[in-house]
C-alpha cells in the first residue's frame, strides 16, 4: 500500500517519478501527487484523486519541471481520498514530504504545531510532519538536522520522502517498519518502495533498515542513524527486468500471473531438490541443526498466505509434525505460551506485511527455538530479521489479488515439511512426494487447459451477488482461497466452508440464486463430499464442482463437472486453486470491475 519515489538526478526527474508510480501502481492507492524543486528553486506540486494517469494528465497542462522531486500514490488511512488529503504535504511552501504508514502520536505533535501558528489543510498524519521539519529550522536547525530531530520524535511506522527549497540539490529520506530502498546511478540517486519502481533507471541499489536517515546529494550517498553516526549499507544488483512487470501481451496482470503458475513453482524447486530428496541447506547453513532441534512448527501469516498456512497444517500433522496457525493480527494482541523445540515460520509475499514483522518481533521476545521466513523479496524486512529463510522465487507478482506467490508458497511449505519429516518419519517415502513436486509445473499446464470452459461457466456468475465454496480437508484452505478471490476482484460476497459444516448454518442460505462451488479431488473424504453435494443439490442449489475424474461424481440437472486431472493428494491443493482463480478472473472480467487494483484493496500492507 502507498508509493514513494524520489529522484535527485542531472535531467529532468518528472517522467521517472511518473513511470516510477505507474509501476508501483499494484500495491493499491487511491490518489496520487508530487512536487518539483523548479529551476527558480521554487517548489511546485500537483496532486489529484484517482489513478496515476490522472496525475499524468494534469502535470502535460502545466511546465513543471526540475531535478529534484518525489512522488507518491496514497492509500487512505487518516481522512478520505482527496486532493486535500493526497501527498506531497507542504509547510511554508518550503518543505515538501511524502510517507509511508502511520504516526501514532501525530495529534499531540499537531496541538503542539498549532500552538505555535501552523495551520492544517488535510485530515492526514503526514501533514504534521512537514510542519514539524519546517519548525525545526525556524529553532535554526538546518535542513538534515531537521528531519533527524523530528524522526526522533515520532511514534509508528514511516517511510519518508523530504525536499527542501534552501537545498534543491538535495533529498533526506528515512525509515522505520516501511520499506525503502535508494537505486544508484552515475552522480544520481533514486528512492523508492519497491524496486519495480527503479528498474527502468537503475540496477545497484540499498536497503534502508529501521531507523536509518539517508542523505542523498550529487556528490555522494551518506546513511545515518537519528543521531548522525555513519552507517554502511551492502550495495545490492537487481535482477528484476522490464519484462518482468509488464504484461507482454496478456489483457490483465492476474491472467498473466495465474499463467506463469508453472513457471514459478518449477523456479521454486529448482535447486531445493536433488535426486529423490529435497536439500535443507535450501533454508539456510544452519537448517539441520535448526530441524534437528523442532518438535514443533508455528506458522503465521496474513490473507492469502494465512490460507497457504492452513493448508501446510494438514500435511506437517500428516507428517507426526505438531503444527499451530494463526492470522498475525490476531497473534500480535494475546498471551502467549511458548513451547521451546517450536520453529516460528512467517509466510508473506512481499516480506514487509506489517502485522506478521511485528508478530516475529514479538516472538523474539517469547523464547522460540528459532525463526523462517517463507517470501518472495529476499532483501525484504522479514527475510533479514529471521533465522533461516526460503525465497519462493515467484518473480514480481502485479496484480493485487495474489496467485502465483500463493502456490509458490505452498511448494515452499511442502519442502519444509518434508525436511522435518524426516525426524518424525524417518522410514516414509519422501521420493513419491518429490516425483510428484517435479510433475507440478506438467500438472498445472494441464489445468491451464481447463480455461475456455471456466470462462463459459462464469457466465453464470455476472449476475449474481452471493457464492459458496466448499471443501473437505485440505481442500477446505483452498475453497478459502477460492472464495477471497472471487470476492477481491469480482466484488461477489462469497463465503467459504468445511463442506461438513453445511448442515450447521450454510444450509440455509441455499436455493438456485445461490451458486455453490465445490473442489473434489478423488481422496478419502470424497464419498462424504458427494453426500453434502446431494444436500445442496436436493436443494435446488445450482453446483460447479472441479473434481477428479474418478471420483464418481458427474453432471445432472443443477450440478456441473469440470474433470481436474488426477493427481496425489499431497500436491492436490496446489492443482485445485488454480481453476479457481481463473473462475474468479473470469467473472470480474465479464462484471467489468478493475481486475489487477480492485477497489479499497492494496497489496503490500504496511499499516496494522
Not at 156 to 175: F, K, M, Q, S, Y
Not at 204 to 233: C, F, H, M, P, S
Not at 325 to 341: G, L, T
Not at 480 to 507: F, N, T, V
Amino acid at each position: 500500500m502507498c508509493g514513494i519515489v524520489g529522484a535527485l538526478a542531472k535531467n529532468d526527474v518528472v517522467d521517472v517519478l511518473i513511470n516510477g508510480l505507474q509501476k508501483l501502481e499494484y500495491r493499491g492507492y487511491d490518489s496520487a501527487g508530487i512536487a518539483i524543486i523548479g529551476n527558480d528553486k521554487t517548489i511546485n506540486r500537483e496532486r489529484s484523486v484517482g489513478r496515476v494517469k490522472q496525475l499524468k494528465s494534469q502535470l502535460d497542462k502545466t511546465n513543471l519541471h526540475g531535478k529534484t522531486g518525489i512522488a507518491h500514490t496514497r492509500w487512505a488511512t487518516h481522512g478520505v481520498p482527496s486532493k486535500q488529503n493526497a501527498h506531497p504535504h507542504l509547510s511554508n511552501e518550503r518543505i515538501a514530504l511524502v510517507h509511508n504508514g502511520i504516526i501514532e502520536n501525530y495529534q499531540e505533535l499537531a496541538e503542539e504545531l498549532r500552538a505555535k501558528g501552523y495551520v492544517f489543510t488535510s485530515e492526514t498524519d503526514t501533514e504534521v510532519l512537514a510542519h514539524k521539519i519546517d519548525a525545526e529550522m525556524q529553532s535554526g536547525a538546518d535542513f538534515v538536522s531537521a528531519v533527524r530531530n523530528t524522526v526522533k520524535q515520532l511514534k509508528g511506522a514511516w517511510g519518508l520522502g523530504v525536499i527542501c527549497r534552501d537545498e534543491p540539490d538535495t533529498l533526506v529520506v528515512a525509515r522505520k517498519s516501511s520499506p525503502l530502498l535508494i537505486g544508484i546511478g552515475d552522480g544520481e540517486y533514486y528512492v523508492a518502495s519497491d524496486m519495480s519502481a527503479l528498474v527502468s533507471v537503475v540496477k545497484n541499489y540499498k536497503v534502508l533498515e529501521d531507523g536509518d536517515v539517508a542523505v542523498l546529494r550529487a556528490d555522494g550517498l551518506t546513511i545515518t542513524d537519528t543521531d548522525g553516526q555513519t552507517i554502511e549499507r551492502k550495495t545490492l544488483i537487481s535482477t528484476l527486468s522490464d519484462a518482468d512487470i509488464t504484461l507482454e501481451g496478456y489483457e490483465h496482470y492476474m491472467l498473466k500471473e495465474i499463467h506463469e503458475q508453472g513457471r514459478a513453482i518449477a523456479d521454486t524447486l529448482d535447486g531445493r531438490i536433488a535426486g529423490d530428496h529435497v536439500l535443507e541447506q535450501a533454508f539456510g547453513l544452519s537448517a539441520k541443526e535448526i530441524f534437528d532441534n523442532t518438535r514443533k512448527v508455528k506458522l503465521i501469516a496474513c490473507g492469502t498466505s494465512y490460507h497457504s498456512a492452513m493448508v501446510a497444517r494438514y500435511w506437517f500433522e500428516n507428517f507426526g509434525i505438531g503444527c499451530d496457525v494463526e492470522i498475525a493480527s490476531e497473534y500480535i494482541n494475546r498471551h502467549h505460551v511458548v513451547d521451546e523445540s517450536t520453529l516460528f515460520v512467517t509466510i508473506s509475499q512481499s516480506g514487509e506485511t506489517l502485522d506478521t514483522m511485528s508478530a516475529l518481533e514479538l516472538a523474539k521476545t517469547l523464547g522460540y527455538s528459532n525463526t523462517l521466513s517463507i517470501c518472495n523479496v529476499p532483501e525484504s524486512s522479514l527475510v533479514r530479521a529471521s533465522d533461516l529463510a526460503i525465497m519462493t522465487h515467484a518473480g514480481p507478482e502485479i496484480g493485487v489479488a495474489s496467485t502465483k506467490a500463493f502456490t509458490t508458497q505452498l511448494a515452499a511449505l511442502l519442502l519444509l515439511g518434508l525436511c522435518l519429516r524426516r525426524r518424525t518419519q524417518p522410514d516414509a517415502d519422501e521420493a513419491a512426494i518429490v516425483r510428484e513436486l517435479r510433475e507440478l509445473p506438467a500438472y498445472i499446464e494441464r489445468v491451464l487447459e481447463l480455461e475456455p470452459e471456466i470462462a463459459e461457466i462464469a457466465k453464470r456468475f455476472a449476475d449474481k451477488q452471493h457464492a459458496l465454496f466448499l471443501g473437505r480437508g485440505d481442500q477446505y484452505p483452498i475453497a478459502l482461497e477460492g472464495a477471497l478471490k472471487l470476492k477481491e476482484i469480482s466484488y461477489i460476497h462469497a463465503e467459504a466452508y468445511a463442506a461438513g459444516e453445511l448442515k450447521h448454518g450454510p444450509l440455509a442460505l441455499v436455493d438456485e440464486n445461490m451458486p455453490v462451488i465445490a473442489v473434489a479431488p478423488n481422496n478419502k473424504l470424497i464419498e462424504k463430499l458427494k453426500g453434502n453435494i446431494q444436500e445442496v443439490s436436493a436443494r435446488g442449489g445450482q453446483l460447479v464442482i472441479f473434481a477428479d475424474p474418478d471420483s464418481g461424481i458427474a453432471d445432472s440437472d443443477n450440478i456441473t463437472t469440470l474433470k481436474v486431472a488426477p493427481v496425489d493428494n499431497c500436491i492436490a491443493p496446489i492443482i485445485y486453486t488454480i481453476p479457481l482463480q481463473l473462475l474468479a478472473y473470469h467473472v470480474a472480467l465479464l462484471k467489468g470491475t478493475d481486475i489487477d487494483k480492485p477497489r479499497n484493496l492494496a497489496k503490500s500492507v504496511t499499516v496494522q
